[in-house]
C-alpha cells in the first residue's frame, strides 16, 4: 500500500507552512512520517511537489494531477492515481497537521473493509482515511463536477467509521491551524507520544 501525508492545504489560518513548524524541536511532518514508519513496510509519500521541503521527509512526492488547488480531495486523487500505476491496491490518507496519529491506525485500516475514515470524540475524520484504487474514477468523476468537500465524498462512497479511543483524555487526530495549536501541542507532547507499534 501506499501511506501518503496529504500537504497540500494553505495554511492559511496559520500564517506559514505548518508542516515544517516544529514541534518537540522536529517539523511536524517528520512526526508523522515517523509514526506512518513504525506502523507499515509500505511506501511512506507526500502529496507535495518533488522540489518541495517536504521531499526529504518521505520515499516519494506525489504532487497534484489536478490544476486548481482543489484541496485534500485533489491530494487522495493523485496518491489513488500514483497507487493504480504502480499496481498497489489501496493508500491510506493523513494530514501533515495530525502528529500525535494512533499507533494502530494502519493496522486497524487494514482490515477494513472497502473505504473507511478514522473518527475519534463524536467526528468523523474525512483526511485520514483508507481507499481501494477502485474508488479512483469515481473520485474523478466528482471533482470534474466541481464537488470538492471531503466529507461529501465520505458519505458518497459509502466510507465506514473506524473508531479510536482517546489517548489520555486528548484526540489522537488533534490537528494543527493556528499558532496556539501548536502551543497547546507542545504542552500535550509528552502525554501523546508513545511508541508507536504495528
Known amino acids: 500500500m501506499l501511506c501518503i ?34 506502523q507499515t513496510r509500505g511506501v511512506v ?19 497534484d494531477i489536478l490544476s486548481g488547488r482543489l484541496g485534500p480531495l485533489a491530494g487522495l486523487h493523485a496518491a489513488l492515481s500514483w497507487a493504480k500505476a504502480q499496481g ?18 494502519v493496522e486497524r485500516f487494514v482490515v477494513a473493509d472497502g473505504p473507511a475514515v478514522a473518527a475519534s470524540c463524536g467526528r468523523a475524520h474525512p483526511v485520514c482515511g483508507v ?16 464537488r470538492r468537500a471531503a466529507m461529501g465524498w465520505v458519505d458518497q462512497c459509502g466510507a465506514q467509521r473506524v473508531e479510536f479511543a482517546e489517548a489520555d483524555g486528548r484526540d489522537p487526530f488533534f490537528n494543527i491551524n493556528t499558532p496556539e495549536d501548536l502551543a497547546l501541542a507542545a504542552k500535550l507532547f509528552h502525554s501523546f507520544v508513545k511508541p508507536a507499534k504495528g
Open 5 to 38: 501525508i496529504l500537504a497540500g492545504g494553505q495554511s492559511a489560518r496559520f500564517g506559514d507552512d505548518k508542516g515544517l513548524a516544529e514541534l518537540d524541536g522536529r517539523p511536524l511532518i517528520a512526526h508523522v512520517a515517523e509514526r506512518l514508519r513504525a
Open 45 to 63: 509519500g507526500v502529496n507535495a511537489p518533488a522540489d518541495s521541503p517536504y521531499a526529504s521527509f518521505a520515499e516519494v512526492c506525489v504532487p
Open 88 to 105: 498497489l491496491a489501496r493508500v491510506v490518507t493523513c494530514a501533515v497537521d495530525t502528529p500525535f496519529l494512533p499507533g494502530d491506525l
Open 131 to 146: 481507499w481501494p484504487v477502485g474508488v479512483l474514477a469515481a473520485l474523478e468523476a466528482r471533482l470534474d463536477e466541481g
